[in-house]
């Protein structure tokens, strides 16, 4: 069957949580855009409690070139932006945020400059000479700074002259970039970088100025966990990607349960009479403890446990964590009173020999992943 004259599309993808009261306003001027393009938009809700969703389904009744993606039980930016960019139908693709600070109209100069230089990616960047920004406090504007310093340094070199990895503004060719993005984490930090750490160096790419306006309504959505993400980026950058995001995130919560556990034990050390070997399980069950709570909270937020489920699951971890705090006793033990009376290389040992299975099975049995 012949498919005649194929229909020029340009896909728009647009993350939404609590956006009520931007997202028409922005949709209206994207149709307004006059290009040589048919419009496809894309809206990936992640179950917003203020009715975005629902005012986003009654609107593409009316107007059929609106697609919604209703998430329940998954969430994040990568994984939204990802799951809209899969679902286009576009050869063009674009990923606007949906609080209205990006200028639409900015998307008919990102695309002149992708065909007019033969790019793979354009991004809107807020850092270059001729931007405006007036949507980031001075606080903002540092952060983004560190943030896109410690980036650059952990990427390829041919993306070196780039000023803005985090930004949320990207046009991008589906045929070049489409293998990259079926690979990104969707636990990931920001689309744009892991699509930059993914490639290693093989996209063309360049930057246009952005006006970067204010937020009229609604609030950042950056907290803990989105510095806690980049974080685990950089960390899985620089390692090359060789343990999963979530090992690393794991691994890192674990590094700070070293920190309670040998801070528990020389507080009890100095305030008590009593002898190493028998503070050490009190130790490793306040280490335990905490490393639930804060994989609860970053690692598997995806999965968060709340209300009873919360403690089932603090019960389940410690069951599961019940024969490597045992083994993490009987090691540290061991080789306090066979190898060394360093007590700082006996808990070591211990926690060391310990962490594949408490990531494993924990994974598993307490968080369902």
Same mark, same amino acid.
């Given at each position: 069957?012949?498919?005649g004259?194929?229909i =020029?599309?340009?896909?728009i993808?647009i993350?939404?949580?609590?956006?009520?009261e @931007?997202?028409?306003k922005?949709?209206n001027q994207?149709f307004?855009?006059?290009?040589e393009?048919?419009?496809?938009?894309?809206i990936?809700?992640? %179950?917003?409690? %203020?009715?975005?969703? +629902?005012?986003?389904r009654e609107?593409s009744?009316v %107007?059929?070139r609106i697609? !919604?993606?209703?998430?329940?039980?998954?969430?994040?930016l990568? &994984?939204a932006i990802?799951?809209g960019?899969?679902c286009?139908?576009g050869d063009?693709i674009?990923?606007?945020?949906?609080d209205?600070?990006h200028?639409?109209?900015?998307?008919l /100069?990102?695309?002149?400059?992708?065909?007019n230089d033969?790019l793979?990616?354009?991004?809107?960047?807020r850092?270059?000479?001729? *931007?405006i920004?007036?949507g980031?406090?001075s606080?903002r504007k540092?952060?983004?700074?560190?943030? @896109?310093?410690l980036?650059?340094?952990?990427?390829n070199n041919?993306?070196k %002259?780039l000023?803005d990895?985090?930004? #949320?503004?990207?046009l991008l060719k589906?045929d070049?970039?489409?293998?990259?993005i079926?690979?990104?984490d969707?636990? #990931?930090? $920001?689309?744009?970088y892991? !699509?930059?750490?993914l490639s290693? #160096? =093989?996209l063309?790419?360049?930057e246009?100025?952005?006006?970067?306006?204010e937020? $009229?309504?609604?609030? *950042?959505?950056?907290?803990?966990?989105?510095?806690?993400?980049?974080?685990i *980026?950089l960390i899985?950058?620089f390692s090359q990607r !060789?343990m999963?995001?979530?090992?690393v995130?794991f691994a890192?919560?674990?590094?700070f349960?070293?920190?309670?556990?040998? /801070?528990?034990i020389?507080?009890?050390?100095a305030?008590t009479?009593?002898e190493f070997? /028998?503070?050490?399980?009190?130790?490793?069950?306040?280490a335990?403890? +905490?490393n639930f709570?804060i994989n609860?909270?970053l690692?598997f937020?995806?999965?968060k446990?709340?209300? !009873?489920?919360?403690?089932?699951?603090?019960? =389940?971890f410690?069951i599961?964590?019940s024969?490597p705090i045992?083994?993490?006793? #009987?090691?540290? &033990?061991l080789?306090?009173?066979?190898?060394s009376a360093?007590?700082?290389?006996?808990?070591?040992?211990?926690i060391?020999?310990?962490?594949?299975?408490?990531?494993?099975a *924990?994974s598993?049995v307490?968080w369902?992943n």
């Open positions: 069957m012949s498919l004259n194929t =020029k599309i340009l896909s993808i993350p939404t949580f609590n956006e009520h @931007n997202i028409i922005l949709v994207l307004q855009l006059e290009m393009y048919e419009k496809e938009i894309i990936v809700d992640d %179950d917003s409690h %203020d009715g975005t969703a +629902s005012l986003v609107y009744k %107007d059929r697609r !919604l993606i209703s998430r329940f039980g998954r969430s994040g990568a &994984s990802k799951e960019i899969l286009a139908s063009l674009a990923v606007l945020d949906a209205g600070q200028e639409p109209t900015t998307l /100069t990102a695309i002149e400059k992708l065909r033969s793979d990616i354009v991004i809107g960047s850092f270059l000479n001729k *931007s920004i007036k980031l406090t606080k540092s952060g983004s700074s560190i943030a @896109n310093y980036a650059r340094v952990s990427l041919s993306y %002259d000023t990895f985090m930004s #949320g503004f990207i589906r070049a970039s489409i293998e990259f079926k690979q990104i969707v636990n #990931g930090f $920001k689309f744009l892991e !699509l930059l750490s290693k #160096g =093989k063309k790419i360049m246009i100025p952005l006006f970067f306006k937020r $009229k309504f609604g609030s *950042s959505k950056l907290d803990l966990a989105v510095v806690w993400d980049f974080l *980026s899985h950058t !060789l999963p995001r979530r090992a995130s890192l919560v674990g590094s349960g070293v920190i309670v556990q040998m /801070t528990t020389y507080c009890l050390l305030l009479a009593l070997e /028998t503070l050490l399980p009190i130790g490793v069950i306040f335990a403890t +905490s709570i609860n909270a690692t937020r995806s999965n446990l709340k209300g !009873l489920k919360f403690y089932i699951g603090l019960m =389940k410690l599961v964590s024969l045992i083994a993490n006793v #009987g090691i540290a &033990s080789f306090y009173n066979q190898f360093n007590t700082f290389l006996s808990q070591l040992a211990g060391i020999v310990v962490f594949i299975w408490n990531y494993a *924990s598993k307490v369902n």
